[in-house]
């Protein structure tokens, strides 16, 4: 599904003083998403500017606001030397993808500026917004497994959690379908021998940085086929590791607990709909005519949610 991301950079503040000019450095924004590049006007004299520069990325593909992170970098301008990094931004937007509700969804407020040698260098104030099509909400179709009771059918439909168990007011039924693990293994871009010749520290880092966040996502990527191979649609206690092994590269491993998770709504919703079956079939065997009435539900809350489901496939059920 086509989405747009939509970026509004306001303003900057506690900048270090790395020029005699007064006030502070001059100073401009560069957004990054993959390959394209947008840069802001630049903010004379002032260790506190303020940018208002908006702009916005079109993505064909919701899989891409996943894989591909927003960065932001406010740069100091040289007019005699080559421009400095201040400090950088970096923003996943599968937060964005996963809990929304709505057709926007947004983060708003002050980011720490970081940088790979000297640490935080200030805080910048921005707005991220992800515009999703007019054809639906792309997170909300991300979270309709779970919340239907169905199992996964794509990658970016599986859920991760870092807790062991979720609270059973949402998720009354826990099937348990097994373990899943993944392992992989990638060049250090801190040791290419070739490229340390001619690149920087700083640009070392930033490679390394990005490597990072890429194995990040094919981890999330593999164990999420895997889960769905178990017909689960969660994976619980999610752990990521990086091994940086030198010579030999970075090891990332992740694993977690495959589950398939039953929202209250999709099991009440069950239970409804079986129980005006009934109600209709026995109503006909009685020999009424006219319009059949559903039903009162009012006090199904009451029901116990752990017995009035049945188990599907090999997973393993837990009931609360």
Known sequence: MPSVIKVLVRSAQNLPCTTQRPGGPDSYAVLTFGEEQQKSAVACG??????????????DDDRHLVSTPLSLTIIQRDRVAADDVIGTVVLSLEPLLSHSTSLDSEIDGWLPLHDTLLGLRGEVCMQVRVSHGAGGDAGSSRMRGAMMGLAAEREDEVQFYAVSRLTHRVYPQQWICGEVEELLVEADPEYNALQDTFRSSRRSNAARLALLYKLSFKLREAVARKTIRLGANAVLAYQQHFDVEGDSGIVARAYGTAVHLVSRTA????IQREATEMHNSAALGAGEQGTLVAPDFSAWHRHDMGNSARQQGPCSSVHF
């Open 46 to 59: 002032s260790r506190a500017p303020t940018y208002d520069f908006s702009t916005r990325f079109e993505v």
């Open 267 to 270: 099991l009440m919703g069950e």
